[in-house]
């Protein structure tokens, strides 16, 4: 193999590589994906509440799910300032 053709299948990798980061960054960030949590996050609650006895696990169950969903919008503008302070360093 050619020193080109050697460039060429390490750029090809690269790129395979870099679709791959893509997809697994935009699954990561997708609504969907964080509804999904939500979703389950609601569901486990609503099931240990029922477990534990409670009076209205539905409504119990709504705390962490809302406090789930806060916190995966809050790190992100975290992790925004945080990548601009280390940008400067």
Do not use: C, H
């Not at 299948?9 to 999904?36: F, P, Y």
């Not at 209205?56 to 789930?68: D, E, L, Q, R, S």
């Amino acid at each position: 193999m050619n020193e080109i053709q050697e460039l060429e299948r390490r750029v090809s990798a690269i790129e395979e590589r870099n679709k791959r980061v893509e997809g697994d960054k935009a699954w990561e960030t997708s609504a969907l994906r964080k509804g999904l949590i939500v979703i389950l996050t609601y569901i486990f609650a609503v099931l240990y509440l029922k477990v534990a006895d409670t009076t209205n696990p539905f409504f119990g169950a709504v705390v962490p799910t809302v406090g789930f969903y806060l916190s995966t919008q809050t790190l992100k503008l975290i992790k925004d300032k945080w990548l601009s302070n280390r940008k400067n360093d």
